[in-house]
């Protein structure tokens, strides 16, 4: 999550919550052109997850979702073989 303005974080950390609020599933995810970008202060992300109220954190595999713990996400960080 870069953030362009303090505006635009305001903005999006309100989204979040009000996610949180009704229950509606979030996921990260990166889009990482180089290597080094890959996973991107994914830390940071799951950090401002659990900071709104959020336990688990949507998965997916050809089409499919499942839910997996925060901690869990962060062991794992986002690898496709799981």
């Known amino acids: ?47 401002r997850l659990q900071a709104a109220g959020f336990a688990m954190i949507a998965r997916f595999r050809e089409r499919e979702r499942w839910f997996e713990p925060l901690s869990d996400a962060l062991k794992t960080g986002f690898r496709s073989d799981l």
């Not at 635009?8 to 290597?35: E, N």
């Open 1 to 47: 999550m870069l953030e362009k303005s303090a505006r635009t974080a305001t903005l999006r950390w309100k989204t979040l919550k009000k996610c949180r609020q009704r229950d509606i599933p979030v996921t990260l995810s990166s889009d990482g052109h180089i290597p080094e970008h890959i996973l991107y202060e994914f830390e940071k992300g799951l950090a």
